[in-house]
């Protein structure tokens, strides 16, 4: 196994990464490997930046050679479980990490890395106790707690992922990730001053991340500034121009502005990137039913149900609202379509005043707000997918800090 000094420069990258400092880790990474090209930890960070930014390929061929110079290397095998979990291989991302486990069980990150599986795999339980059993052995880890924040959310623990959020900044106040998640929490809360002014102080640390120009185009939207927010989604998807969730969010940005045409061109560019992201899809139904293709978006809602398995309740959510389907059609076998909860009428609330008003749910259903990518943040609040921090939720792929 390969001995790492603590004066390892890729050890201060390794904490660049972790936090989601994307372009003082990469520089970092890459003087390493000028200097030393067999340099496994540096490969693993590159390839950790390469699937941050939707590039799987590039980070399979990196993180393998990786696992090419140090084969017992637990840390090593761990990261290229994650590319396998990226490429949706899940049988074998756990047989991968069952070995690095086999060679070193005292890892945090490998046991951070079960738990962003056991999520992928749609058992929340697991995830969340073996994400405990990593902090239980990190107590100090910024990222392993981080990391428990996402799990937080995608399991809507909000209350609890807020405070865990805090719980990163008390040990690491520059820690980006936790700054952009507690942004979006509070900005879902209504709190937008709040969300902004956390933004603010993460792109000050570091302005050409993409998933925080994203969250803050999402913010300008949400302010009216639809200008502003489409150009800056548009240097988000400069910054990443391979990173399929970026497409996504530049398409509904763009579905938000009626630019139909073009955020079809988006979400098309996406979909063939990453086929079985649920997010995606989702966003394709939306487009569809613009443009008045009920059938087209009832499929890809229906795809989007089918794909999350998982992934969270924000998506599950997101996608019942989708279902609109008009007058009940009849299934083979006698079934209704249009049956269930999304068909169905929802009383009216009151509100504080004594008027009475629409749901939530029913506001979605009626199309009274379309919000294309404010759901697809809220949607993606999931630990462990990669392009997919994660919204664009820094969700720092389960990818071990090299």
């Known amino acids: 196994m390969q001995t790492w000094l603590r004066s390892d420069p890729a050890e201060a990258a390794g904490k660049h990464l972790a936090a989601g400092r994307i372009g003082q880790a990469k520089a970092i990474y890459e003087q390493v490997l000028r200097d030393q090209p067999r340099h496994a930890r540096a490969l ?3 390839g950790a930046i390469a699937l941050r930014s939707g590039e799987i390929a ?11 110079v140090a084969p017992t290397d637990a840390m090593t095998l761990g990261n290229l479980a994650v590319v ?10 756990e047989a991968c990490l069952q070995r690095a486990l086999d060679l070193d069980s005292g890892l945090a990150e490998l046991h951070s890395n079960f738990a962003s599986l056991m999520l992928a795999r749609g058992d929340p339980g697991r995830a969340e ?13 910024a990222t392993q707690r981080f990391n428990l ?20 900044l008390a040990l690491d106040p520059e820690h980006v990730g936790a700054l952009n998640n507690l942004s979006i929490l509070h900005k879902q809360d209504g709190r937008r001053d709040l969300a902004e002014a956390l933004l603010d102080e993460a792109l000050l640390r570091d302005p050409m991340n993409p998933e925080l120009l994203a969250n803050h185009a999402d913010l300008l939207l ?20 391979m990173n399929p969730r970026l497409r996504e ?42 443009q008045g293709n009920l059938d087209g978006a009832q499929i890809a809602a229906d795809r989007a149900a089918g794909l999350h398995d998982g992934a969270g309740p924000a998506l599950a959510q997101a996608t019942e609202l989708l279902l609109m389907r008009g007058p009940p059609r009849a299934r083979p076998g006698g079934a209704l379509e249009g049956a269930g909860p999304s068909s169905t009428s929802s009383p009216l609330r009151r509100d504080r005043s004594g008027r009475r008003r629409r749901s939530r749910r029913r506001r979605a259903a009626a199309g009274l707000r379309c919000r294309g990518a404010d759901s697809l943040f809220a949607a993606r609040f999931v630990a462990g997918l990669a392009a997919r921090g994660a919204e664009v939720t820094v969700t720092c792929p389960p990818v071990l800090a090299p």
């Open 222 to 241: 949400m302010r009216g500034r639809r200008d502003a927010a489409l150009q800056t989604m548009r240097r988000a998807v400069g910054c990443a121009p």
């Open 58 to 68: 590039r980070a399979f061929e990196l993180i393998g050679h990786a696992a090419t």
């Open 149 to 168: 924040a996402n799990i937080l959310v995608a399991t809507d623990q909000r209350a609890a992922a807020a405070e865990t959020y805090r719980d990163v």
């Open 249 to 290: 969010a530049l398409g509904a940005v763009l579905l938000e502005l009626g630019r139909l045409a073009e955020a079809g061109k988006e979400l098309a560019s996406a979909m063939r990137a990453a086929p079985r992201d649920p997010g995606i899809a989702l966003n394709l139904a939306r487009l569809l039913r613009r």
């Open 129 to 141: 106790t073996a994400q405990r059993h990593a902090i239980a052995l990190a107590p100090d880890s």
């Open 84 to 93: 396998y979990q990226a490429r949706g291989d899940l049988d074998q991302a």
């Open 44 to 46: 693993c960070g590159l």
